[in-house]
């Protein structure tokens, strides 16, 4: 991650949010998903601020900087946090760009508070537990080995990361379940995206969604997986472009 223009920590719903911003112009804010934190963002962060961009990060509750208390943890939860994150931002409106839980909090906002939004980049999420795939993969075993050790050296709660994977996994074993019904009354001008080989997503939850959400545009970036920000910046850097200059 580049050197922020100004971070700190947002009073949030009884808890606290880690934040920084980047850059100036039109604002777009970045929401990382489930066990990460917002360090997964540099490359994404570089590309929008040379493109003249305002950039928001965070850390999603009890992910990275932020704290947590003893709320469950759910998407609407969450969803409500980045609303008041804004509003002590004192920003009206963002496009949203987010992935994996960052994604499905974007439809969430999208659903229920489309005045927030100007456009959302969702990438890699699903609209049923079921979509989450079973099939074991050495990839997500890294991954979330991985996000342990980061979130050691960044949490508030360091040793608290046994029991936070466990309130995750109950999360994504239980939510989000949405119908085309709900999907349908997003107006917030969306791109649904995904991996072509994502591990962590069934293969047709982005399909049925660009389906379900009214006039969404389907992205499915070859050659990458759950992980395209990391494994391919600059075919996922220039899709967000082009996305937030389309009309």
């Known amino acids: 991650m580049p050197k922020a223009d100004v971070s700190g920590y947002a009073p949030v719903n009884g808890i606290k949010i880690w934040y920084a911003e980047f850059g100036k112009g039109e604002p777009v804010l970045f929401v990382h998903g489930g066990l990460a934190n917002s360090d997964y963002w540099g490359n994404q962060v570089r590309a929008?601020?040379?493109?003249?961009?305002?950039?928001?990060?965070?850390?999603?509750?009890?992910?990275?900087?932020?704290?947590?208390?003893?709320?469950?943890?759910?998407?609407?939860?969450?969803?409500?946090?980045?609303?008041?994150?804004?509003?002590?931002?004192?920003?009206?409106?963002?496009?949203?760009?987010?992935?994996?839980?960052?994604?499905?909090?974007?439809?969430?906002?999208?659903?229920?508070?489309?005045?927030?939004?100007?456009?959302?980049?969702?990438?890699?999420?699903?609209?049923?537990?079921?979509?989450?795939?079973?099939?074991?993969?050495?990839?997500?075993?890294?991954?979330?080995?991985?996000?342990?050790?980061?979130?050691?050296?960044?949490?508030?709660?360091?040793k608290g990361y046994k029991d936070f994977l466990a309130q995750i996994t109950k999360m994504w074993n239980t939510q989000p379940h949405w119908a085309k019904a709900d999907l349908a009354k997003i107006k917030t001008p969306t791109w649904i995206v995904d991996g072509d080989h994502d591990e962590m997503v069934n293969h047709d939850q982005p399909r049925t969604l660009a389906d379900w959400v009214p006039n969404a545009g389907l992205s499915i970036q070859p050659d990458v997986s759950h992980f395209a920000f990391l494994q391919n910046p600059d075919q996922f850097n220039a899709d967000i472009l082009r996305f937030l200059k389309s009309k």
């Open 48 to 158: 929008l601020v040379a493109a003249h961009y305002k950039v928001i990060v965070m850390d999603s509750r009890g992910h990275g900087r932020s704290s947590r208390n003893a709320e469950p943890f759910g998407y609407d939860l969450m969803s409500s946090d980045v609303i008041a994150l804004l509003d002590y931002l004192k920003i009206d409106k963002v496009a949203l760009v987010g992935w994996s839980d960052g994604a499905i909090i974007g439809l969430d906002i999208a659903m229920h508070h489309p005045e927030r939004l100007t456009k959302l980049f969702a990438f890699a999420a699903n609209y049923d537990p079921s979509g989450v795939s079973n099939a074991p993969s050495g990839v997500v075993d890294r991954y979330i080995a991985r996000a342990g050790k980061e979130y050691a050296a960044l949490s508030p709660t360091p």
